[in-house]
């Protein structure tokens, strides 16, 4: 069974550009999250999804969008990149939006040129 | 706002000796407790977590224990092996319109053979 899929893996953009992340949940999971993890620290909070409505969003700013589409597979957007941007995004699925155990993707390691 | 504490951000150890891993958190509301480890290139990969409702839990050589009235959790691993090293994080959901993990600043685990 496949875990959480991300593409791509890597992407080299620069400053002032758009980027798409993407995400595949495992079958059968229908909340997908997504995190930051900037160099040396740990994951933060951007967006949860469930049922292709957003349920929640972190700190970030309305560059960042995100959708959810009727599989359950996910889009990141972020517009106008930012030297700042620069990270991994881990995608995280769940069955349902709960403390019932979030897996990780490998992650899409972006960096803003 | 939110926030966990992971200490400490480094640790050595000989291989076959205990690691102690500790983490607070701010947010008396929390109830589910991760604990993921993360190599070089990869998505974090939950390794146990643990419930309010239950003060510890083992798995193997991996134990995580609870102290809610502390607000502070720790992980211990038994019998290190080099295949140990790696990035740990904690993490503490919070809930409100969404479920979010709120994650600690990592430890980084070495195990010398």
């Known amino acids: 069974d496949a875990g959480v899929t991300q593409s791509p893996t890597h992407l080299i953009k620069t400053r002032g550009q758009q980027v798409t992340l993407r995400c595949s949940p495992i079958s059968g999971h229908k909340s997908v999250s997504w995190y930051q993890q900037v160099l040396g620290q740990g994951p933060q909070f951007i967006f949860q999804?469930?049922?292709?409505?957003?349920?929640g969003r972190g700190n970030f700013p309305d560059r960042f969008s995100a959708r959810q589409f009727p599989n359950y597979s996910s889009e990141l957007n972020v517009n106008a990149l930012l030297l700042g941007d620069s990270a991994l995004y881990l995608c995280a699925s769940s069955l349902v939006p709960s403390n019932y155990g979030y897996t990780f993707g490998s992650g899409t390691r972006l960096t803003v040129v | 706002g939110e926030n966990v504490e992971q200490h400490p951000s480094t640790l050595s150890v000989q291989e076959g000796d205990s690691a102690v891993i500790k983490c607070t958190y701010s947010?008396?509301?929390?109830?589910?407790f991760p604990w993921y480890k993360q190599e070089l290139g990869k998505g974090p990969q939950l390794i146990i977590d643990?419930?309010?409702?239950?003060g510890e839990k083992k798995d193997q050589r991996i134990a995580v224990t609870l102290n809610k009235t502390a607000k502070h959790f720790s992980l211990h691993i038994t019998e290190t092996q080099p295949e140990d090293s790696a990035v740990y994080f904690c993490a503490a959901e919070r809930v409100d319109s969404s479920y979010k993990l709120i994650f600690g600043s990592g430890t980084r685990l070495l195990v010398r053979p």
């Open positions: 947010d008396s509301a929390s109830n589910y």
């Open positions: 999804y469930y049922e292709k409505e957003e349920r």
């Open positions: 643990i419930r309010s409702n239950v």
